[in-house]
T-cell receptor, first 112, second 113 residues
Framework: NAGVTQTPKFQVLKTGQSMTLQCAQDMNHNSMYWYRQDPGMGLRLIYYSASEGTTDKGEVPNGYNVSRLNKREFSLRLESAAPSQTSVYFC???????????FGQGTRLTVV | EDKVVQSPLSLVVHEGDTVTLNCSYEVTNFRSLLWYKQEKKAPTFLFMLTSSGIEKKSGRLSSILDKKELSSILNITATQTGDSAIYLCAVGESGAGSYQLTFGKGTKLSVIP
């Protein structure tokens, strides 16, 4: 079972470049999430989608946009990358909004 | 102010020891508390505790939710080197049609032979 699949696994960007992180889940989950993880900061919620067709800001949404393309896919876009966005990004999904979330393997992004 | 606080931040124990990890929270509309284990990559789910399920156990791991004290503990008995990881606590809250899962900073557990 694939579960939650993120692409790419690694990426290096120059300041000001844009990119989209892709996430897809095959568990028929309703809710999807994007987190970033920085040393000593835990996992911080960027955006989430409680159900298809809805998206909401999390704790640290500035500099990011998201699209819930369909029930399976939830993408995260950096329009103009900044060094402060260097982080490990995790996508997650859950059956319902308050049930256990399952995580993808992460994307390590470096902005130089 | 952090909504979810874990303690200790790090812990070193010897194989065979029993450890207790703590998680306290302060949220408006509590729905669930979840524990995850993170080794090198993605967090993996351990337990979910709710008002209707305040105690969970799986092998050497167990967890209790204390809704009165707004806290939870994760116990690991007879620790093994494979238990070395970061343990994350997350709290789910809902309100106004939305839902958020907020994580603590984690407890880094190191088990030495």
């Amino acid at each position: 079972n694939a579960g939650v699949t993120q692409t790419p696994k690694f990426q290096v960007l120059k300041t000001g470049q844009s990119m989209t992180l892709q996430c897809a889940q095959d568990m028929n989950h309703n809710s999807m999430y994007w987190y970033r993880q920085d040393p000593g900061m835990g996992l911080r919620l960027i955006y989430y989608s409680a159900s298809e067709g809805t998206t909401d800001k999390g704790e640290v949404p500035n500099g990011y946009n998201v699209s819930r393309l369909n029930k399976r896919e939830f993408s995260l876009r950096l329009e103009s990358a900044a060094p402060s966005q260097t982080s490990v990004y995790f996508c997650a999904s859950s059956r319902q909004a308050h049930t256990e979330a399952f995580f993808g393997q992460g994307t390590r992004l470096t902005v130089v | 102010e952090d909504k979810v606080v874990q303690s200790p931040l790090s812990l070193v124990v010897h194989e065979g020891d029993t450890v207790t990890l703590n998680c306290s929270y302060e949220v408006t509309n509590f729905r669930s508390l979840l524990w995850y284990k993170q080794e090198k990559k993605a967090p993996t789910f351990l337990f979910m505790l709710t008002s209707s399920g305040i105690e969970k156990k799986s092998g050497r791991l167990s967890s209790i939710l204390d809704k009165k004290e707004l806290s939870s503990i994760l116990n690991i008995t007879a620790t093994q080197t494979g238990d070395s990881a970061i343990y994350l606590c997350a709290v789910g809250e809902s309100g106004a049609g939305s839902y958020q899962l907020t994580f603590g900073k984690g407890t880094k557990l190191s088990v030495i032979p």
